[in-house]
């Protein structure tokens, strides 16, 4: 069976269309996606905005047309925190679903933080090993923090943190000033403090993953990369020096000069920095000095909960 799944973020939207090959087992056929920002203004107004919904309600569209195209027979779109924390979320969903012709499942938090490990945990599961390992999921309107052990999940917790917000309320359209960036991390270190929970919070030795946008854009130019490489991203660690020299790079840069970079998609210069800031904030409040870079995450998993 040939499948497809639609994965609308708050900032991102992506496609998989896969080939089913057996229970939890599938092949990647096609796989796209494109920052459209539905989240933008959000947090201030309490509801998605004319042309943020505009925007990605076309991606959407053309996405699922895209899947038809390839042969899906099944089209999934599941739609994540702006979706779900708008006051018009349901009024968006309901007016895509019948664009499309298609469902929009509205997830929860504690769902879409257990699809985002099983298509880590179904990626990078060899890396990971036996060892107790945290994963987060950097989104625009939120970031999902899961702890696995032996492969099962311990504790979960979805926080209403994303980039958008974090880039609308600290914008660094010029270079970044350094007091303006410790404010940024000291905001984002309190809520991390407070808001996950202990069994995350206090877990030591753990191993940490890290998918997303955010992550996967620090690996691509940690390694250099020209054009973006999957497999090259999969399983690229990334040690605290390393994570302090992008953002030392970064820093000098403009935000048109950030553009520019390889492998920074358009629309997700801007966030970087802010990104940035919730992954160093992570490190330090697990004490860890590492993270594994998952480029699979929820479209993976909503895969693999369709396949299963």
Same mark, same amino acid.
């Given at each position: 069976?040939?499948?497809?799944?639609?994965?609308?973020?708050s900032n991102t939207v992506r496609l998989l269309v896969a080939d089913v090959t057996g229970p939890g087992r599938w092949r990647a056929i096609e796989a796209d996606q494109v920052v459209t920002r539905l989240g933008e203004g959000l947090a201030a107004?309490?509801?998605? #905005?004319?042309?943020?919904? =505009?925007?990605?309600?076309?991606?959407?569209?053309?996405?699922?047309?895209? !899947?038809?195209?390839?042969?899906?027979? $099944?089209?999934?779109?599941v739609a994540t925190s702006a979706v779900r924390e708008a006051a018009n979320g349901r009024e968006f969903a309901a007016t895509l679903a019948q664009a499309t012709g298609e469902r929009v499942e509205i997830i929860? #938090?504690?769902?879409? !933080?257990?699809?985002?490990?099983?298509?880590?945990?179904?990626?990078?599961?060899? @890396?990971?090993?036996?060892?107790?390992?945290?994963?987060?999921?950097?989104?625009?309107?939120?970031?999902?923090?899961?702890?696995? $052990?032996?492969? !099962?999940? =311990?504790? !979960?917790?979805?926080?209403?943190?994303?980039?958008?917000?974090?880039?609308?309320?600290?914008?660094?359209?010029?270079?970044?000033?350094?007091?303006?960036?410790?404010?940024?991390?000291?905001? @984002?270190?309190?809520?991390?403090?407070?808001?996950?929970?202990?069994?995350?919070?206090? =877990? $030591?030795?753990?191993?940490?993953?890290?998918?997303? #946008?955010?992550?996967?854009?620090?690996?691509?130019?940690?390694?250099?990369?020209?054009?973006?490489?999957? #497999?090259?991203?999969?399983?690229?660690?990334?040690? $605290? =020096?390393?994570?302090?020299?992008?953002?030392?790079?970064?820093?000098?840069?403009?935000?048109?000069?950030?553009?520019?970079?390889? +492998?920074?998609?358009?629309?997700?210069?801007?966030?970087?920095?802010?990104?940035?800031?919730?992954?160093?904030?992570?490190?330090?409040?697990?004490?860890?000095?590492?993270?594994?870079?998952?480029?699979?995450?929820?479209?993976?998993?909503?895969?693999?909960?369709? +396949?299963?």
């Open positions: 069976m040939r499948l497809a799944t639609v994965d609308l973020g107004s309490g509801r998605l #905005g004319d042309a943020p919904s =505009a925007r990605t309600a076309a991606a959407v569209t053309q996405y699922v047309e895209r !899947a038809r195209r390839a042969g899906a027979e $099944r089209i999934a779109i929860t #938090g504690q769902r879409e !933080a257990a699809l985002t490990v099983a298509g880590v945990l179904a990626g990078v599961g060899d @890396v990971m090993g036996a060892t107790p390992t945290v994963v987060f999921d950097i989104g625009g309107g939120s970031t999902e923090y899961i702890l696995t $052990r032996a492969g !099962a999940v =311990a504790a !979960a917790v979805s926080l209403r943190l994303g980039v958008v917000d974090l880039t609308e309320r600290h914008p660094f359209p010029a270079r970044v000033e350094p007091a303006r960036f410790q404010a940024l991390l000291d905001e @984002v270190g309190r809520r991390l403090g407070s808001e996950i929970p202990s069994d995350i919070r206090d =877990a $030591r030795g753990v191993r940490l993953v890290g998918t997303a #946008g955010t992550a996967t854009t620090l690996a691509a130019l940690d390694l250099g990369l020209v054009t973006y490489d999957a #497999g090259r991203v999969q399983g690229h660690t990334l040690t $605290r =020096a390393a994570l302090e020299a992008q953002l030392a790079r970064l820093s000098a840069l403009t935000v048109e000069e950030r553009a520019a970079l390889p +492998c920074l998609e358009r629309g997700r210069a801007d966030l970087i920095v802010p990104g940035t800031a919730i992954v160093l904030a992570t490190l330090s409040l697990l004490a860890v000095d590492r993270m594994v870079v998952s480029d699979w995450g929820l479209r993976e998993g909503i895969v693999m909960a369709l +396949c299963s």
